[in-house]
């Protein structure tokens, strides 16, 4: 059996299993990528592109993770960029009722774990250029009430985002993030079908309706790929959600 056809780009992506992380590797393959999704759950879709492969792995698992990006490699030669959208929900509670170890585990997961595949992905590189993008959060502009876990977190990965893209420019990485503003996802959708109401958020947002996980990939893609001269940015996709005072 041959050695399989390489992309002219490979990209991992975390979390890309549903939600905007799918709609990112659906962009990526429409673009002619060669996808690796590192992921806790398995895909939505049984369809599976032959661009495409699935590792389930946690992503604080450094070893893990070391061990993914290197069959990564193998299947599909040099990784020129990772785009990391997994992540899960803070508790929305006050900071005095916060469990610490459900706090820690959302710190970790975001935090660490994209400090862990990004170095792994970096250290892999040997003097190739690759780019980065990470996700961060609306929540990391400003302080907000019931957000000391998650909000946080997203807070730490925007500054992660423009430290990293000070210590790597020199190396040819790009690391630049994007802050999701309320997404029409597959969980919001069941929100909404619990009974959420939407209609504060439509009316503080300037475009008045949620992004789509599509229009959100599109974001993405676009600093991953196109933007080749911007690094150490964080690009709110909100509909204009935080350029409207509290």
Same mark, same amino acid.
């Given at each position: 059996?041959?050695?399989?056809?390489?992309?002219?780009?490979?990209?991992?992506?975390?979390?890309?299993?549903s939600?905007?992380?799918?709609s990112?590797v659906?962009?990526?393959?429409?673009r002619g990528?060669?996808?690796t999704?590192?992921?806790?759950q398995?895909?939505?879709?049984?369809?599976r592109?032959?661009?495409?492969?699935?590792? %389930?792995v946690?992503?604080?698992d450094?070893?893990a993770?070391?061990? &993914? /990006?290197? #069959?990564?490699?193998? @299947? =599909?030669?040099?990784?020129t960029?990772?785009?990391?959208?997994?992540?899960?929900?803070?508790s929305f509670?006050?900071?005095?009722?916060?469990?610490f170890?459900?706090? %820690?585990?959302?710190?970790?997961?975001?935090?660490?774990?994209?400090? &862990? /595949?990004? #170095?792994?992905?970096v @250290? =892999?590189?040997e003097g190739a250029p690759?780019?980065i993008?990470t996700?961060s959060?609306t929540?990391a502009?400003g302080g907000?009430e019931?957000q000391?876990?998650?909000g946080?977190?997203?807070?730490?990965?925007?500054?992660l985002?423009e430290?990293?893209?000070?210590?790597?420019?020199?190396? =040819?990485?790009r690391?630049?993030?994007?802050?999701?503003?309320?997404?029409?996802?597959?969980?919001v959708?069941?929100m909404?079908?619990?009974?959420?109401?939407?209609?504060?958020?439509?009316?503080?947002?300037?475009?008045?309706?949620?992004?789509?996980?599509?229009e959100?990939?599109?974001s993405i893609?676009?600093?991953?790929?196109?933007?080749?001269?911007?690094?150490?940015?964080?690009l709110?996709?909100?509909?204009?959600w935080?350029?409207?005072?509290?």
């Amino acid at each position: 059996m041959g050695q399989p056809e390489i992309a002219q780009e490979h990209i991992i992506v975390t979390g890309g299993a549903s939600g905007i992380g799918a709609s990112v590797v659906e962009d990526l393959t429409g673009r002619g990528a060669l996808v690796t999704v590192l992921d806790l759950q398995q895909a939505v879709s049984e369809e599976r592109p032959a661009t495409v492969d699935y590792m %389930r792995v946690d992503v604080t698992d450094e070893p893990a993770v070391q061990t &993914a /990006v290197a #069959r990564a490699r193998q @299947r =599909g030669g040099q990784v020129t960029g990772l785009v990391t959208c997994h992540g899960i929900r803070g508790s929305f509670l006050p900071a005095l009722d916060l469990d610490f170890a459900r706090t %820690r585990n959302v710190l970790d997961v975001h935090v660490l774990g994209t400090l &862990a /595949v990004s #170095r792994e992905v970096v @250290r =892999g590189l040997e003097g190739a250029p690759a780019s980065i993008v990470t996700v961060s959060s609306t929540t990391a502009f400003g302080g907000w009430e019931k957000q000391s876990d998650y909000g946080v977190a997203k807070a730490a990965v925007r500054q992660l985002t423009e430290n990293l893209a000070i210590e790597w420019a020199p190396l =040819g990485v790009r690391v630049n993030s994007v802050a999701p503003g309320h997404t029409l996802t597959p969980m919001v959708q069941e929100m909404i079908d619990g009974g959420y109401d939407p209609g504060a958020v439509f009316a503080r947002t300037p475009l008045g309706r949620f992004a789509t996980p599509g229009e959100m990939a599109a974001s993405i893609v676009f600093l991953l790929l196109d933007a080749t001269f911007v690094t150490g940015q964080c690009l709110a996709v909100d509909g204009g959600w935080t350029v409207v005072g509290k």
